[in-house]
């Protein structure tokens, strides 16, 4: 069964003083802006600083000054984007940014970065870019262009794994997959201790985790089933500290590094990807809102032929 | 200006004792069936053995006993197809082929390939692969799958090249080139002398060429804007032997090729395709229909990081 994994994602930052979004904002009006995308909130886990919202198609953070959230499958995320704005008053708004990976069936989705940036744009003044080759894995960026300058402490790593090995895929698809055997598949104990997380298993297969500690956060979501399987890795934690061991766990045929605010990616990128992975593309830049927005891509070089995937005649893609 | 150079492509062969598509099949059955898909003939060039149309996507070639079409751009070629299947009694159709690349932008697509093989499939009984991976450079091909053998001399090339240089595309975007000038940019007159040629030149850019002689023939499709720019070779000739020189030419950032029975197809790409190119992407099968179908993805290494591509906010996902 095809699932499209890949992310939207979008963060709104607000003036805290004049709209704490922990004390103002309920619950209800989260689900509503969820909904907003055909996304619906299955639970969530909270401390002083921070509500994270597990969702049907993937996470839902938000802090005091700011929420993040990524929506997978075919959500509309910019319609939830739109519901904020057009229920907060704009002087309330700092800084709104979104983001849209390459999808693996993009004429599946409902609308395109395009569109998107192009409603957004009825509400905000703004700039947007590609990071990464249209036929490639790519990152499409659109941001508010206004005085909204970043912190510089403020730090944010991806890490988007594409096509994992057979032994992983046929692991995380097993049936009656239990939080606990996902969590040791990842080492997540090992490798980010300390964590309170709120995790899920789909039927029939897929996984979603959120996780905070103090002002941390980090999320995995897993599409595992072959032929569109993919798993991301999205946290405020370096996550080049873990990348070698996460790329040992999964074996994916590619994937892609992302860095906002990280002056050393490019060094992080040289002393912890080695071989068999090379990079197909490298790019980066300071954006206008003061984040450098850094992006990797690798592949793995083939060199022995493989069989095509066979599909089925059904009009979806699917494979046999 | 982006445009969707990719092509959709399809090969009908039929039972030249029964159906003659030379002597039997009018230039204004050709015209109607080119409709169908949205696209215009705009010249053709003839000779014993077969007439080659160039169309306003693309270009379709007629022996006596199949027709090859390419459409490019949102054509809907599966509808010509249909149309042919429609006007032909079934007994008269030998096989039918259809095969489609990855897009650049295929949410602008108006079908996916799953659209289409299910709409064949109203008609005929087939079977359909994906050649290389789906989030990278990929063939999907879809074939009728009956009694019908290929000959093993029925050998086909495709050298798609992708991303052309700066040089390349500075120069096959500059106003009033004439088709001179770009056969002269090729060197066609060297690499493949003593064809008969029909080309056109877009405006404001974009380049089409049909060559024939006896029942040989090529045809090169140049989309050269920067963002979108693509150029494709096809032709019963072996394209290894040419394919250096063009890769020199264009310094494309990646490109694919593909043969169809071509049993040295593996070690034709290991004596010809050199560093910096890295193939990321190796498959072949022998298909039902006795097709040995070979597909084969190269990139370049990236060392460099550049920066992102600059997007307006209009919604056409178009280069500033």
């Known amino acids: 069964m095809f699932f499209e994994g890949s992310e939207k994602k979008a963060e709104v930052v607000v003036d805290n003083t004049k709209l704490s979004l922990l004390n103002d904002i309920s619950n209800t009006f ?8 055909n996304a619906q909130i299955l639970s969530s ?11 049907s198609e993937s996470s839902l953070f938000v802090w005091d000054d700011r929420f993040l959230i990524l929506t997978c499958g075919v959500t509309q995320l910019v319609n939830s984007i739109e519901y904020f704005i057009q229920n907060t008053q704009p002087e309330d708004i700092l800084h709104v940014t979104y983001q849209r990976k390459n999808e693996y069936f993009s004429n599946a989705q409902l609308t395109s970065f395009g569109d998107d940036i192009k409603l957004l744009s009825k509400y905000l003044t703004g700039k947007a870019y590609r990071f990464g080759e249209i036929y490639s894995h790519h990152n499409y960026v659109f941001h508010q262009d206004n005085e909204f300058q970043a912190e510089p402490d ?3 790593y991806e890490l988007l794994a594409y096509q994992i090995s057979e032994y992983a895929s046929k692991k995380l698809t097993t049936k009656g997959l239990s939080t606990q055997e996902i969590r040791d598949f990842f080492c ?3 490798l980010l201790p300390g964590f309170e997380i709120d995790d899920f298993v789909f ?6 985790l959120n996780a905070i500690k103090g002002t941390d956060y980090y999320t995995i979501h897993v599409t595992p089933q072959a032929g569109s399987s993919y798993v991301s890795f999205e946290s405020n ?6 990348a070698s061991k996460i790329l040992d766990i999964l074996s994916p045929s590619s994937f892609d590094l992302l860095g906002f605010n990280d002056p050393q990616f490019s060094k992080k990128v040289t002393t912890t990807i080695k071989s068999p992975y090379i990079s197909n593309s490298l790019v980066s830049k300071t954006l206008d809102n003061g984040y450098l927005v850094c992006f990797a891509s690798f592949i793995t070089p083939e060199t022995q032929y493989s069989t095509p995937l066979a599909l089925d005649l059904t009009g979806e893609n699917h494979a046999l």
Chains 1, 2 share one sequence.
């Open 203 to 208: 039927d029939p297969y897929g996984y979603s």
């Open 188 to 190: 997540i104990n090992e």
């Open 154 to 156: 403020d730090t944010t």
């Open 30 to 37: 989260w689900q509503e802006l969820v909904e907003c995308c």
């Open 237 to 242: 934690l370096d996550l080049f500290t873990i």
């Open 45 to 55: 886990i909270e401390n002083e600083h921070c509500k994270a919202f597990l969702l």
